[in-house]
C-alpha cells in the first residue's frame, strides 16, 4: 500500500495536469483534473478512447454532486445516502461550467465517490474531482491490478499508485437518473435488486434513448485471444472439437471432465462475488499463456450474475483483435 508521500506526490501531479493511475474498489482508474481539459484528453490519448465517450467524475463525498449536477432528483439522494462511497456511478443532468471532454459532449456527467482508502486519501489530498476511466487500453481487459496498468499502459502514465487488487473486480454499476424514469446503463457492484429497495421505483433497462456511459459498447473489455462463450451443456463438447486444432485454455466454473488433456483449464469462483472479483485477473491470465482460444463457460441465470454476464459477453465480441483500434 502507498504512504502518504506518495500521494501527495500524486496530487501534485494532478494538480499540474499530469496523469495518475490509482485503485478504486472496482478497477483501478486513469485519472487526471476533471476541471482541466487538457489534462483529460491527455487520457483519451493514453487509452486510445474515442473523444465522445465519457469519463466518470469521482467525487471525495457526496456534497460534491452539487457542482458536477443541474440538479440531483430525491431518488438520486436516497441512493447517495446509501450506496455511496461504493460501486454506483449516477448519470446526472450536467451542471454549467462542466467540461466536454468529461461529458463526451452530451448533457448529462457520470459521478460517483469511490470507497478503496487510496482513492479516498487521494481524492482529499488533491481537493477537486478526478476524471477517470479503466487504466488501461480502450476496448481491452480493466486493470485490477497495478501490474496491469503497467503492462498496458506503461509510459503513458505519470505516476502509478499501488494498492493492490481490486476488492469489487468489476466496475461500477451505472443508474441514469437524468430523466424521470430511472434506467440501468451498465449492471456492476451493486445488483439491481438492492438498488430498487433503495429506490422504491423499478430500474428501467437502458433505450436508444439513453446516454452513452463507461463500459456499454458492444465489444468492451476484451482479451487479444479469441474468445467463445459458451453454455454449460455444451462446453465439453466445445472444448473437445476445438482442441484437435488450436491450443485451447479454458475459464469454467467446474474442473475438467475425465479424459480432457492438453488443455489449459481454470477453474473460477461458485459465487458470483467471487467469480467477479477474480474476473479481470484470471482472463489477463489467460490471455497472456499463449492459448490460441479462450472458451469460458456462460455464467448461471439470476440477477447476482447480470455484472458478469454482460463483462463476458462484450469481451468475447470484441476478442481476438490486435490493436484497439480494431473493435467495432
Known sequence: ME???SIERAARILKAGGLVAFPTETVYGLGADARNAQ???RIFRAKNRPADHPVIVHLESGD???QWAREIPAVAQRLIEHFWPGPLTLILQRAPG???EVTGGQDTVGVRVPSHPIARQLLQKFGGAIAAPSANRFGRIS???AAHVCEELGGAVDLVLDGGACDVGIESTIVDLSTGTPR???PGGIAVDALEGVMRVPVARADAGSPRASGTLAAHYAPRVRMLLIESGGLEQSVREHAQ???VAVLARRPPPPGITGVLWHVAGERARDYAHELYATLHQLDRSGCELLVVE??????DWDAVRDRLQRAATGSGQTDPDDLP
Open 3 to 5: 504512504d502518504s508521500a
Open 39 to 41: 489534462a483529460v484528453r
Open 64 to 66: 460534491d454532486v452539487k
Open 98 to 100: 462542466v467540461i466536454d
Open 143 to 145: 486493470a485490477t491490478t
Open 184 to 186: 440501468l446503463l451498465r
Open 245 to 247: 486444432n488450436a491450443a
Open 298 to 303: 456462460a455464467p448461471p441465470a439470476g440477477t
